[in-house]
């Protein structure tokens, strides 16, 4: 008979997952491994209580099995902030009482070349922090939990002044961003950077190109975003797409543009923004295919490129460079059983710009 | 009144132009302005037909005018050159390729990147700064300012060099751009025509493994035997596509027909680089999940710039890189592009201008 959720594995746990497509989540019991299983890793395992979680669109998107891959029961989250509370006897680098944060995978295969190459997460068999089958057969669940015990290597340090609540987002949102941004070479001081779309990786994205000092142009559907992107996110300009006038000046004035739009929209327009030899990368992950003009590719030499999350190196050099430039996200703090509503409020684009999830106040008892 | 053709400027000149979108070519007298300070003028004597050629003819832009007199892959011997001109004398064997002039003064001129220059002029179908009409390399004789002029290199034979102003340029660039030169890669060749041939060998010259990517088994035998790719993919058989997802470390896309991306993605390793070289009319659709999964790019490339194309020519005189052509007379024009339409070449015609554009033929 198959084990239940609760009974699978040694540690009890409870969290709020979703049973079904409706993606409402509720509480549900259910169990994590030991660190102290026998198992070879078991010693590299470092257990950490989880103090916050952002709430990410891929989220949203994995409970409704929008991309038609959800086993339900399932426990979301994947910018989890927490302390150290236990470790292996191989983990060196992490004591109890740490801050630390988890991001998207908990697990790669460590062998292949993008591994060895610190690109986990282009590792052919990655195990995602939530809704992945791990390797012992059971599935991974994410951070809406109290506890999770993760292998060192995908463990991140939490840089101490950075605040935890509003640093969660930065283990997927920030990462999804910062990643693209070194490998495509948007980083030149003074070149003139399009940001499409200002949700939570949209608005983090114009504060890390402040930081590397480029001019940032916020593209985006909705005309009353203008003021906050200028005045609060300080970014440089305001295009909203749907005006055609506007979006026509301004074709050819953009080194780069980062695409954080997940819903299906047509490059033609952005591509038009682009100056020759310009750098489109699509970040968002809209569930169908994009309109793609080749003429414009050619003619100007332009590239589509795209970019997931990073691998954990580049991502602990994220959050140390948001530990320095003192960069964190825009959040709105909420009590789990508020999480249906945020979830609601999420799919309409309504909050600025990262609910995160204040685990540790959430849970009556641990 | 409007100045004729004829008698615009001081230089007789005949070739063979459209008069409108039939694309029917016929012979055409025109004229060439006075060899200038920097022109270097020359005898034409070979001309390749490039698939744009047949395009501009019938208008398929929609930004033809007529008459058109096209060629931009024109090869010949110097006549002529201004007192100006420092690196040709006549007598040498020299190119034109697509282009014959650029502002000069942007940072993509400046960059040796005159292609990408929001102002340069086509060699044929394009307005010269002075206002006249530019005309290709269908015809007995052109001029143009020696910095869009190449040298052919001894140990290319002229007619097989004539693709290569185009054709060869147009592949050569994103290869060297887009980092497939280096050995040991493994680059896909989509479309196995005047572009995707010209591709095979360069790579092959680069040390590259080599696969064709075509829906026409039938090009099979060739590409292996002849062309020396290494392996042949139908790109309509899923179960080879599927076999070799994850191969490739670049593709060089020549296909103008709208065709699906998502598989040739999935051919890709991760990091891979899809390059479009064809610009079909209509968007394609791009799936985003394998480029951000795999963190692929699809790019676009176009010709090159002037330094560029001469360094290709340097490239593939030392290293054998000869297109594969069908030499055929200006009278056989209109024929060899009914043919090109049908893609029935193999894999560039290319006139034989100095032997057969004669007067009063």
Not at chain 1, 133 to 140: Q, S
Not at chain 2, 235 to 246: F, I, L
Request: charged share 20%; aromatic share 8%.
């Amino acid at each position: 008979m198959a084990k239940s959720p609760q009974t699978q594995l040694p540690l009890k746990a409870f969290g709020w997952a979703a049973s079904d497509t409706s993606g409402i989540l509720a509480p549900f019991h259910f169990s994590r491994r030991s660190r102290d299983s026998c198992r070879e890793n078991g010693q590299n395992d470092v257990t950490l209580q989880i103090l916050y979680c952002g709430v990410c669109h891929s989220d949203l998107h994995t409970l409704k099995n929008d991309w038609g891959f959800t086993t339900y029961p399932v426990v979301p989250g994947h910018e989890i902030v927490g302390v150290v509370t236990k470790i292996g006897n191989n983990v060196k680098n992490f004591k109890v009482g740490d801050k630390v944060g988890v991001g998207v995978i908990v697990e790669s295969c460590k062998e292949c070349e993008c591994c060895q190459q610190d690109l986990e997460s282009y590792c052919p068999k990655p195990v995602f922090t939530y809704n992945s089958p791990y390797y012992d057969g059971t599935r991974t669940q994410g951070g809406y939990s109290n506890f999770v015990v993760v292998h060192q290597r995908y463990v991140l340090r939490f840089p101490e002044n950075l605040p935890l609540d509003a640093g969660a987002p930065l283990l997927c949102a920030g990462i999804t961003v910062y990643s693209p941004m070194k490998y495509y070479g948007m980083t030149e001081a003074g070149k003139h950077l399009g940001v499409a779309g200002l949700g939570g990786l949209g608005h983090v994205a114009i504060k890390f190109a402040k930081a590397f000092g480029l001019k940032v142009t916020v593209i985006s559907s909705s005309p009353n975003k203008e003021d906050e992107a200028i005045k609060r996110l300080g970014a440089d300009s305001f295009l909203v797409s749907s005006d055609p006038a506007k979006m026509k000046a301004a074709m050819g004035t953009m080194d780069y543009i980062i695409d954080t739009i997940s819903a299906v929209h047509s490059l033609i327009p952005l591509l038009g923004l682009l100056k020759l030899n310009g750098k489109l990368v699509t970040v968002g992950l809209p569930n169908k295919p994009l309109e793609l003009p080749i003429f414009p590719l050619v003619a100007g030499r332009k590239l589509v490129g795209g970019s997931n999350f990073g691998g954990i190196k580049e991502t602990q050099e994220m959050l140390d460079f948001c530990g320095k430039h003192n960069i964190s996200a825009d959040i709105e703090l909420i009590k789990m059983d508020h999480i249906n509503t945020a979830m609601e409020r999420l799919s309409k684009s309504d909050v600025k710009y990262r609910f995160v999830i204040d685990v540790a106040n959430s849970f009556s008892s641990l | 009144m409007a100045t004729q053709p004829q008698i615009q400027h001081p230089n007789k000149a005949l070739g063979y132009a459209a008069r409108d979108p039939s694309g029917l070519l016929s012979p055409f007298n025109f004229s060439r302005r006075e060899t200038g300070e920097k022109d270097v003028a020359f005898k034409v004597l070979y001309c390749g037909i490039c698939h744009s050629d047949l395009h501009m003819v019938k208008n398929e832009w929609g930004f033809s005018t007529y008459p058109l007199v096209p060629g931009h892959e024109v090869v010949g011997v110097v006549t002529e050159v201004g007192s100006k001109v420092e690196k040709f004398k006549v007598g040498d064997k020299v190119g034109v390729g697509c282009m014959v002039d650029s502002c000069r003064t942007c940072q993509n001129c400046a960059e040796n990147l005159e292609n990408y220059c929001p102002q340069f002029t086509l060699t044929y179908g394009a307005k010269h700064k002075d206002g006249s009409i530019t005309y290709g390399g269908y015809s007995d004789s052109m001029v143009a300012d020696e910095h869009f002029v190449v040298r052919i290199p001894e140990g290319l034979p002229l007619d097989a060099a004539a693709p290569l102003l185009c054709a060869g340029i147009t592949v050569y660039s994103p290869l060297r751009y887009f980092a497939l030169d280096k050995p040991g890669l493994h680059v896909g060749v989509v479309g196995l025509g005047g572009l995707g041939h010209v591709a095979v060998k360069f790579a092959k010259a680069f040390g590259a493994k080599v696969t064709v990517i075509s829906t026409s088994p039938n090009k099979k035998e060739e590409a292996i035997q002849n062309l020396g790719a290494d392996s042949f993919l139908i790109s309509r058989d899923q179960d080879q596509m599927q076999g070799a997802m994850g191969t490739l470390d670049g593709i060089i896309d020549t296909v103008s027909a709208v065709h699906p991306l998502l598989p040739l993605i999935g051919l890709l390793k991760s990091h891979g680089k899809l390059v479009m070289v064809g610009a079909p009319e209509k968007p394609l659709e791009m799936p985003v999940i394998p480029l951000i999964m795999g963190r692929k790019i699809v790019a676009g490339s176009s010709i090159g710039g002037m330094k560029e194309t001469q360094e290709m020519i340097d490239f593939a005189a030392e290293h054998n890189v000869k297109p594969d052509i069908e030499v055929i007379p200006i009278d056989y024009v209109n024929t060899a592009m009914e043919r090109l339409l049908k893609a029935d070449i193999k894999y560039r015609f290319v006139i034989d201008i100095g032997n057969t554009l004669k007067s009063n033929s």
